[in-house]
């Protein structure tokens, strides 16, 4: 198992401002976490590849671990 997967971090994602009047590949990294509308919550395992996209997005989201 890798290291990350054990320990069974996850990270709260929080929407707090809109995805309107931003790019196309910003909007499609909203959608891709799962995210459809303002103040909704999702969870995810902590991974790179989803460091990446929060990364991408940082000033739409409120993030929590």
């Known amino acids: 198992m890798p ?3 054990s320990t069974g ?3 709260r994602v929080t929407l707090v401002r ?3 009047g931003y790019t196309k590949d910003q909007k499609a ?3 891709a ?3 459809r509308r303002l103040h909704q919550t999702v969870e995810h395992k902590d991974t790179p590849a989803l460091r ?3 990364n991408k997005i940082i000033h739409l989201l409120k993030i929590e671990e």
Request: aromatic letters at 0%; zero cysteines; charged letters at 20%.
């Open 3 to 5: 290291k990350n997967e």
């Open 9 to 11: 971090k996850t990270i």
């Open 18 to 20: 809109s995805a309107i």
């Open 29 to 31: 990294t909203v959608k």
């Open 33 to 35: 976490l799962g995210l």
């Open 52 to 54: 990446g996209m929060l």
